[in-house]
């Protein structure tokens, strides 16, 4: 496949435990200071979760039947990105917009409460409406809404790629003459379903998660989103360079061990970008604390980029946010790049020997031109998303 | 857009168990208490064949189809997946196991998620390409056909795009709203492939165009027809009729998706 070509991302927005914007986030990252705490609804065992705790926005009367958390996300998270929203409106017609957003849980905490009052009166609640509460088609008509976007618009939802493959999307669009801007990005928000199926999987955490430890021990599930805009043409803080997307074709809840599937991503997202791995500068790694994920990611990143790249995963700092984690971890590469700021891989401490990757226990500060964020999720389903410097 | 050039089909639904059973006249079954029989689901792994609901059997059906009659190599394709409502009746077990003392399922919450019929035929047909699972209520559609575009023109290899959704969840629709079982699947490769085309498809394009006249839809039972994917079947039936013209592929209950079905040659 030869290199598609940059596409600029002319703007972003984000939201997560660290904060509800992009000035707290960068705060937390460079202060190395963890989002993770209580978990807000009662569990029958201990964990620690990346919860948002600031108040969201009410969504606009209109859209009142569509209001739940992740709608309400949603609002804030266009909020902030307005003034790109609005010259990309100016710039293209409205229908040569798209939207493509990942999620994995959408609206499974309205449902959760619903079926709880229809266990209890044999009803659902009356506010509950299937088609606007919990499927995905209804976030993304919400984000339709608030945007006044009016082309294409779907979710992509597969897990923890979830909001990674959008990238991939949007580069195909535009460059098939499909579009001419596509809004990225991803939202999920706690609910009990996942950390009780996490724990049951016996890949939650107790503790503050410590991805690349060798104590590490499991994950911490977070919450938030982030939404970024990809255009033709336009300035903004970083460049779409390559995105690489693989199947590992192995197991539906456990990576490849020797990271294969994870290590054909990133060769396609350099292929993609038309780059070799000498040209990257720091990975945001998937690195989500669990000892399978972690021992194979370490395996497929040292089989493409040897030991020298600068690795650190977020996790610590968020949690794992599955189906926004891609696309919030692209804004946090992107980050990186502005702030010169290769983030501490928070918890990463005592390292585990056997990965045989650079690991940044620390911040590192300098100059980077390139950043690989990873992402890989149940099913085999792997993404890495290659961003640059203006 | 580049036209789309179909080179297979497939399909499922309860009592039409391929595309042989729709071309001799079966219409389908509903799942509301008639029998019918399950679908096999034999392009997954054994074991996890023994695992797999009727949704993901019918998914996995309509798919092999589409790609042996396409010849498509399964270890290298690309494919796309639609469907609005996903692993529902799991996602609906999960949280009835909630409610009860049973202890969560870890499988169940695994194969609970939107995207894991996609990653059980990615992992049993040992394929290391590319899988988008997509979903966008009675869009979805139009929304796999649009992804299918870019893959194609990426990577100028064929692509599969299989649609479905089970029966929606009783109790959580208004029985007005219900719909059956479906699972639909179309193997697409881009102008220029050398696999024999069936068909060609200009778009999706938002409603109506001056392209050629309305295409019926096809027979299917109300309820079937209120399936967010029937679309495609409508689709796949107006290329098995050897029909040319516009398909909605919402039936009226999107935004308008529709596509031009041109007949095999330019």
Not at chain 2, 110 to 120: D, I
Request: hydrophobic share 45%; proline share 6%; with cysteine.
């Amino acid at each position: 496949m030869k290199p598609a070509g940059l596409l600029p991302i002319t703007g972003y927005s984000i939201c997560n435990a660290l904060g509800p914007d992009r000035a707290a986030v960068l705060d937390s990252l460079r202060a190395g200071r963890r989002g993770l705490g209580e978990v807000p609804f009662a569990l029958p065992f201990r964990t620690v979760v990346g919860a948002v705790r600031t108040e969201l926005p009410e969504l606009p009367v209109e859209l009142a039947a569509w209001s739940n958390r992740p709608t309400r996300l949603a609002q804030t998270l266009v909020d902030q990105l307005e003034g790109p929203l609005a010259r990309a409106r100016a710039r293209w017609r409205p229908e040569r917009i798209g939207i493509v957003l990942g999620t994995s849980t959408s609206g499974a905490d309205a449902t959760e409460r619903a079926f709880a009052t229809f266990i209890k009166h044999g009803a659902l609640p009356e506010s509950y409406e299937f088609h606007k509460q919990h499927t995905f088609g209804a976030l993304v008509d919400v984000v339709a809404r608030l945007t006044g976007i009016t082309g294409p618009a779907w979710v992509v939802s597969s897990t923890c790629t979830s909001s990674a493959k959008p990238f991939g999307s949007a580069r195909r669009l535009i460059h098939a003459g499909v579009l001419d801007a596509v809004l990225v990005g991803g939202i999920d928000t706690l609910c009990s379903m996942t950390v009780l199926g996490f724990n049951a999987l016996g890949a939650l955490s107790s503790n503050p998660c410590k991805p690349f430890s060798s104590e590490r021990d499991g994950i911490n599930v977070g919450e938030g989103g982030a939404l970024l805009l990809v255009e033709r043409q336009g300035e903004g803080p970083a460049l779409l360079e390559g995105v690489g997307e693989s199947s590992d074709a192995y197991h539906i809840s456990a990576p490849h061990p020797e990271g294969l599937g994870a290590a054909i991503a990133m060769q396609r997202a350099l292929d993609d970008a038309g780059m070799t791995a000498a040209d990257v500068d720091h990975i945001n790694a998937h690195g989500t604390g669990t000892r399978l994920n972690d021992t194979a990611e370490a395996k497929a990143i040292f089989s493409v980029f040897g030991s020298t790249v600068p690795v650190a995963s977020t996790k610590g700092l968020t949690g794992h946010m599955l189906g926004a984690g891609g696309a919030t971890e692209c804004v946090l590469s992107i980050m990186s790049i502005e702030a010169g700021l290769i983030p501490a891989s928070v918890g990463a401490e005592p390292l585990d020997p056997e990965l045989r990757i650079d690991v940044a226990v620390a911040p590192r500060h300098g100059p980077l031109r390139r950043v690989l964020s990873n992402s890989f999720a149940f099913g085999g389903s792997n993404a890495s998303v290659l961003v640059r410097a203006p | 857009m580049d036209e789309l050039r179909v080179i297979g089909v497939g399909l499922w639904l309860p009592g039409v168990p391929n595309v042989e059973a729709w071309q001799a006249g079966a219409r389908g079954l509903t799942t509301q208490g008639q029998e019918y029989p399950a679908p096999t689901g034999l392009g997954i792994e054994r074991r996890a064949r023994r695992r797999a609901g009727p949704f993901s059997r019918a998914l996995a059906d309509a798919f092999g189809m589409a790609a042996t009659q396409a010849h498509i190599d399964v270890t290298q394709t690309s494919a796309v997946f639609g469907s609005a409502l996903g692993e529902v009746s799991t996602m609906l077990e999960l949280l009835g196991q909630m409610h009860s003392d049973e202890p969560l399922s870890p499988m169940a919450f695994a194969t609970s998620v939107h995207s894991a019929t996609a990653g059980v035929i990615s992992i049993s047909a040992g394929n290391r390409g590319f899988t988008t699972s997509i979903s966008a209520n009675y869009d979805t559609v139009g929304a796999t056909l649009l992804e299918a575009h870019g893959v194609l023109h990426a990577l100028g290899a064929p692509v599969i795009v299989t649609c479905g959704d089970e029966a929606s969840p009783a109790g959580f629709v208004d029985e007005l709203e219900a719909s059956d079982m479906l699972a639909v699947a179309i193997a697409l490769a881009a102008p220029g492939s050398d696999a024999p085309v069936l068909a060609r498809l200009r778009g999706p394009h938002l409603g109506a165009t001056d392209q050629g006249a309305r295409v019926p839809a096809a027979e299917v039972s109300a309820r079937m027809g209120r399936n967010p994917q029937v679309g495609l079947l409508d689709v796949v039936a107006a290329i098995l009729r050897g029909d040319t013209g516009e398909v909605s592929l919402d039936r009226g209950r999107g935004r308008g998706w529709c596509v031009t079905v041109l007949g095999a040659c330019p």
